[in-house]
C-alpha cells in the first residue's frame, strides 16, 4: 500500500513557475513508476509526465515538453513536477500516481493516487 499527498499548487501568473510534491508513505518507493496526471473543469483526466523507477527514464506530454521536468528523490520518497512557463491552459487539478507497472502514459496503469492539488495560472 502506498499513500500519496501533493502539495506546491496554487494561484500564478501567465509565464510563472510552480514546483509540485508528492510525497509517499509505505513500502519500497523506488520500486514504483510515478506519473503526474492533471484534470481541468470538464475534462477528463490527461497524463503530463512520467519517471521510471530509478529516474533514469522520463516522458512528457506534448503540451508540456519543454516548460516541465518530473525528477524523483527515492531517499526522500518524493517526486517532483517543475512546471515553467506556465500557461491558463495549465490550470488545473494535478494529481501524482504509483504504478507498480512499467511508467506510463496510461491512467489504467496505475496503482495508487494522490488526492491532487490545485494549479490555477491567472491571464
Known amino acids: 500500500q502506498v499513500q500519496l499527498v501533493e502539495s506546491g499548487g496554487g494561484l500564478v501568473q501567465t509565464g510563472g513557475s510552480l514546483r509540485l510534491s508528492c510525497a509517499a508513505s509505505?513500502?519500497?518507493?523506488?520500486?514504483?513508476?510515478m506519473g503526474w496526471f492533471r484534470q481541468a473543469p470538464g475534462k477528463g483526466r490527461e497524463f503530463v509526465a512520467a519517471?521510471?523507477?530509478?529516474?533514469?527514464?522520463?516522458a512528457y506530454a506534448d503540451s508540456v515538453k519543454g516548460r516541465f521536468t518530473i525528477s524523483r528523490d527515492n531517499a526522500k520518497n518524493t517526486v517532483y513536477l517543475q512546471m515553467n512557463s506556465l500557461k491558463p491552459e495549465d490550470t488545473a487539478v494535478y494529481y501524482c500516481?504509483?504504478?507498480?507497472?512499467?511508467?506510463?502514459?496510461?491512467?489504467?496503469?496505475?496503482?495508487?493516487w494522490g488526492q491532487g492539488t490545485q494549479v490555477t495560472v491567472s491571464s
Open positions: 500516481a504509483a504504478s507498480r507497472a512499467y511508467y506510463s502514459e496510461n491512467t489504467e496503469n496505475y496503482d495508487y
Open positions: 509505505g513500502r519500497s518507493f523506488s520500486s514504483y513508476a
Open positions: 519517471i521510471s523507477r530509478g529516474g533514469g527514464s522520463t
